[in-house]
């Protein structure tokens, strides 16, 4: 448990930025299962809309810390291709 003033109050601030950070992990996997739920469907349309609205989110999550910036540059480019592959 912490004593000092200073301890108390870092625990608090953590406390606050887990519950904002867990918070945006959520929308960033909820934007990717759409995505992905998307692509199964077979709806290129709706799964280039859920793309579109995905990949700034996980950017911004990258850009934050939520998620790694590679992780993300990873998932967008492989949610890319996928799309891309409906068409064919």
């Not at 959520?26 to 290129?44: D, L, P």
């Amino acid at each position: 448990m912490a004593n000092t003033k200073s301890a108390k109050k870092a625990t608090r601030k953590i406390a606050r930025r887990t519950a904002i950070n867990k918070t945006r992990r959520s929308q960033v996997r909820t934007m990717v299962r759409a995505v992905e739920t998307a692509i199964t469907s077979g709806n290129k349309d709706a799964a280039a809309a859920a793309l579109k609205a995905a990949e700034p989110a996980l950017m911004r999550g990258a850009q934050r810390g939520v998620v790694n910036k590679k992780t993300a540059s990873r998932k967008i480019s492989r949610l890319t291709a996928s799309v891309a592959r409906l068409g064919k």
